[in-house]
Nanobody, 118 residues
Framework: QVQLVESGGGLVQPGGSLRLSCVAS????????VHWYRQAPGKERELVAV????????NYADFVQGRFTISRDNAKNTASLQMNSLKPEDTAVYYC???????????WGQGTRVTVSL
Protein backbone atom coordinates (compact mmCIF):
# COMPACT_ATOMS: atom_id res chain seq x y z
CA GLN A 1 0.00 0.00 0.00
CA VAL A 2 1.39 3.36 -1.03
CA GLN A 3 1.54 6.03 1.66
CA LEU A 4 2.74 9.61 1.55
CA VAL A 5 2.95 11.30 4.92
CA GLU A 6 3.53 15.04 5.11
CA SER A 7 4.74 16.85 8.20
CA GLY A 8 6.26 20.14 9.22
CA GLY A 9 3.29 22.46 8.90
CA GLY A 10 2.27 24.88 11.60
CA LEU A 11 1.82 28.50 12.55
CA VAL A 12 4.58 30.92 11.62
CA GLN A 13 4.88 34.69 11.53
CA PRO A 14 5.31 36.57 8.26
CA GLY A 15 8.92 36.44 7.18
CA GLY A 16 9.49 33.16 8.95
CA SER A 17 10.43 29.74 7.64
CA LEU A 18 9.09 26.22 7.68
CA ARG A 19 10.34 22.98 6.24
CA LEU A 20 7.79 20.47 5.03
CA SER A 21 8.64 16.81 4.61
CA CYS A 22 6.99 14.02 2.68
CA VAL A 23 7.92 10.46 3.53
CA ALA A 24 6.90 7.82 1.03
CA SER A 25 6.42 4.10 1.51
CA UNK A 26 5.10 1.22 -0.57
CA UNK A 27 6.60 2.39 -3.84
CA UNK A 28 9.91 2.77 -5.63
CA UNK A 29 10.27 6.41 -4.69
CA UNK A 30 13.14 7.08 -7.06
CA UNK A 31 10.86 6.29 -10.02
CA UNK A 32 8.47 9.14 -9.24
CA UNK A 33 8.58 12.88 -9.75
CA VAL A 34 7.48 14.80 -6.65
CA HIS A 35 5.13 17.74 -6.68
CA TRP A 36 4.06 20.02 -3.87
CA TYR A 37 0.61 21.55 -4.22
CA ARG A 38 -1.29 23.85 -1.95
CA GLN A 39 -4.90 24.75 -1.44
CA ALA A 40 -5.95 27.90 0.36
CA PRO A 41 -9.44 28.28 1.85
CA GLY A 42 -11.96 28.91 -0.90
CA LYS A 43 -9.41 28.49 -3.66
CA GLU A 44 -8.43 25.77 -6.07
CA ARG A 45 -5.44 23.57 -5.49
CA GLU A 46 -2.34 24.97 -7.19
CA LEU A 47 1.07 23.64 -8.06
CA VAL A 48 3.91 25.05 -5.97
CA ALA A 49 6.99 23.13 -7.04
CA VAL A 50 8.11 19.98 -8.79
CA UNK A 51 11.31 17.95 -8.79
CA UNK A 52 12.25 15.20 -11.21
CA UNK A 53 12.54 11.59 -10.11
CA UNK A 54 16.32 11.86 -10.22
CA UNK A 55 16.34 15.18 -8.39
CA UNK A 56 18.30 16.88 -11.14
CA UNK A 57 15.74 19.52 -12.09
CA UNK A 58 13.19 21.55 -10.23
CA ASN A 59 10.60 24.10 -11.23
CA TYR A 60 8.61 26.57 -9.17
CA ALA A 61 5.48 28.61 -9.43
CA ASP A 62 6.20 32.29 -9.91
CA PHE A 63 4.67 33.16 -6.57
CA VAL A 64 7.27 31.10 -4.64
CA GLN A 65 10.28 31.51 -6.91
CA GLY A 66 13.32 32.50 -4.86
CA ARG A 67 11.61 31.77 -1.53
CA PHE A 68 10.89 28.02 -1.64
CA THR A 69 13.25 25.15 -2.40
CA ILE A 70 12.18 21.62 -3.22
CA SER A 71 14.56 18.73 -2.64
CA ARG A 72 14.56 14.99 -2.27
CA ASP A 73 16.61 12.15 -0.83
CA ASN A 74 15.81 8.97 -2.71
CA ALA A 75 17.82 6.87 -0.28
CA LYS A 76 15.47 7.98 2.51
CA ASN A 77 12.26 8.04 0.41
CA THR A 78 11.81 11.64 1.44
CA ALA A 79 11.06 14.92 -0.26
CA SER A 80 11.15 18.33 1.35
CA LEU A 81 9.93 21.84 0.72
CA GLN A 82 11.95 24.56 2.43
CA MET A 83 9.82 27.67 2.69
CA ASN A 84 11.47 30.97 3.56
CA SER A 85 10.19 34.54 3.71
CA LEU A 86 6.69 33.29 4.25
CA LYS A 87 3.77 35.58 3.54
CA PRO A 88 0.19 35.49 4.80
CA GLU A 89 -0.89 34.51 1.29
CA ASP A 90 1.15 31.31 1.64
CA THR A 91 -1.42 30.10 4.16
CA ALA A 92 -2.83 26.84 2.82
CA VAL A 93 -2.87 23.10 3.18
CA TYR A 94 0.19 21.74 1.43
CA TYR A 95 0.06 18.39 -0.31
CA CYS A 96 2.75 16.06 -1.50
CA UNK A 97 2.03 14.32 -4.80
CA UNK A 98 4.10 11.77 -6.68
CA UNK A 99 3.71 10.84 -10.35
CA UNK A 100 5.42 7.96 -12.03
CA UNK A 101 8.27 8.91 -14.31
CA UNK A 102 9.35 5.32 -14.82
CA UNK A 103 6.52 3.45 -13.11
CA UNK A 104 2.86 4.46 -13.70
CA UNK A 105 0.89 5.88 -10.80
CA UNK A 106 -0.24 9.06 -9.08
CA UNK A 107 -0.49 9.32 -5.30
CA TRP A 108 -1.37 12.06 -2.80
CA GLY A 109 -0.58 12.67 0.80
CA GLN A 110 -3.13 13.83 3.35
CA GLY A 111 -1.78 17.37 3.54
CA THR A 112 -0.19 19.53 6.21
CA ARG A 113 -1.55 22.92 7.19
CA VAL A 114 0.59 26.03 7.04
CA THR A 115 -0.67 29.24 8.60
CA VAL A 116 1.27 32.47 8.21
CA SER A 117 -0.03 35.07 10.61
CA LEU A 118 1.00 37.47 13.35
Amino acid sequence: QVQLVESGGGLVQPGGSLRLSCVASGLAFGNYAVHWYRQAPGKERELVAVITHAGDRANYADFVQGRFTISRDNAKNTASLQMNSLKPEDTAVYYCNVRGAVTPGVYWGQGTRVTVSL
